[in-house]
């Protein structure tokens, strides 16, 4: 009888687990990656260019398509001792309507009336690259400085600075990815347009990433 119940605990655990947001998504949290990235994600604090909180935890998923790039990317890094460190992946739609709702520039933000975002497909992400004591290489411009000197070839730079994009550009491309002419952070996963567009919350989606965790038996 015992373990009549234990088997019935262990498939109702595993029926939840297999109905998850994250697995009926297809999204991946990146640090569950071999080698995770660096996290620093400005919309979970008022650092950023809103000054609103608009994530309410610290976390990154992106569509299992973009994180298996991303990996790619990791270890080929990981051989000149670099790394990545991210900024921002999946975004709800909901949130994409209130940061378009304060900038209005598709340059820089996506109007959500036209092509429903690109962060909100798990498809898009922002990244830059930092060396192993996780110190960022120089790029030009911080993160979300919109203006053109964020724009990946913008030509009065240091030389330094210049091979430091081409190279994050480079890595990011040779696995999938496409150059955004306005922010050299930003990557988009090819064919990003065909991906379904989500309004899943950042909290939903940790809390399933709790169910899905391995049963413990
Ligand atoms: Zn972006």
């Known amino acids: ?38 996290l620093d994600v400005h919309y979970a604090t008022t650092e950023n260019f809103t000054h609103q909180r608009l994530y309410p935890r610290a976390k990154v998923f992106l569509h299992q398509d973009a994180a298996r790039a991303l990996a790619a990317v990791q270890t080929d890094l990981a051989r000149d001792g670099l790394r990545l460190k991210v900024f921002d992946g999946y975004r ?5 309507q209130r940061m378009w709702d304060l900038i209005r520039d598709e340059r820089y933000v996506s109007n959500p009336a036209v092509n429903r975002g690109r962060h909100t497909r798990g498809t898009a992400v922002d990244v830059t690259l930092v060396d192993s004591r996780g110190r960022e290489l120089p790029m030009g411009t911080n993160y979300d400085d919109f203006s053109e000197k964020a724009h990946p070839g913008f030509a009065g730079l ?28 930003h990557f988009d996963l090819k064919n990003w347009k065909r991906y379904p567009v989500l309004d899943v919350g950042i909290d939903e989606l940790a809390a399933g990433q709790k169910l899905a965790a391995p049963v413990d038996d």
């Open 158 to 185: 240091p030389e330094r600075v210049k091979r430091n994009r081409a190279r994050l550009a480079e890595v990011m491309t040779r696995h999938g990815f496409e150059v955004y002419p306005y922010e050299w952070w």
């Open 92 to 96: 709800p739609l909901s949130v994409q």
């Open 1 to 38: 009888m015992k373990f009549v119940a234990r088997a019935l605990v262990v498939s109702v655990v595993v029926a939840l687990a297999s109905c998850s947001p994250l697995r009926r998504h297809r999204l991946v949290d990146v640090e569950t990656l071999p080698r995770p990235p660096k």
